[in-house]
T-cell receptor
């Protein structure tokens, strides 16, 4: 099973709201990723977690706050977003324990609209 | 730095036509290469991959061969279907920390009856 699930599928929020995106995988993967994808563009890496620790932050504004409570879950907390943050947010995971088993498996994404 | 160049789209084909989507890359070392597909309104799905020179990845009738001499990983399918309509992303992963993927800009494929 190579499934990564994300909730919610769609989210509409105001600029003063606080919301969270959730990602879950049960493949035993120890690396998880958040990407942002604007329309007609490739995904852009935001954060990487490895063994529940933040490994990479691609200079993402602090209004995006990631959290990895355990090896299966990844959250993205949102606060005081701007309309330009509207995008498809994708989660991915990969197994970092075995050499060359570095394929990233993506979830279906959360389509976020900021009003 | 690393980069991936894909042919511009959209590519429009009739059903059962032959498909080629070109992908070339620039990278040091020996990257792994991937094709991902994104259907309308969905996330990315891994289509196929190759981890070393001359490897051929294949899945669902799609194929791509890792050509180090031409730094290419072109995607091909012998007979496309309407259900293949999607955006196709070529990507590479190079060595080093973070398992970062470098994506091409994506190529939209439209298949018509």
């Amino acid at each position: 099973d190579t499934e990564v699930t994300q909730t919610p599928k769609h989210l509409v929020m105001g600029m003063t709201n606080k919301k969270s995106l959730k990602c879950e995988q049960h493949m035993g993967h120890r690396a998880m990723y958040w990407y942002k994808q604007k329309a007609k563009k490739p995904p852009e890496l935001m954060f990487v977690y490895s063994y529940e620790k933040l490994s990479i932050n691609e200079s993402v504004p602090s209004r995006f706050s990631p959290e990895c409570p355990n090896s299966s879950l990844l959250n993205l907390h949102l606060h005081a977003l701007q309309p330009e943050d509207s995008a498809l947010y994708l989660c991915a995971s990969s197994d970092r324990l075995r050499e060359y088993s570095d394929t990233q498996y993506f979830g279906p994404g959360t389509r976020l609209t900021v009003l | 730095g690393d980069s991936v160049t894909q042919m511009e789209g959209p590519v429009t084909l009739s059903e059962e036509a032959f498909l080629t989507i070109n992908c070339t890359y620039t990278a040091t070392g020996y990257p792994s290469l991937f094709w991902y597909v994104q259907y309308p309104g969905e996330g990315l799905q891994l289509l196929l991959k190759a981890t070393k020179a001359d490897d051929k990845g294949s899945n669902k009738g799609f194929e791509a061969t890792y050509r180090k001499e031409t730094t290419s990983f072109h995607l091909e399918k012998g007979s496309v279907q309407v259900s293949d309509s999607a955006v196709y992303f070529c990507a590479l992963r190079n060595g080093g920390g973070g398992n970062k993927l470098t994506f091409g800009t994506g190529t939209q494929l439209k298949v018509e009856l």
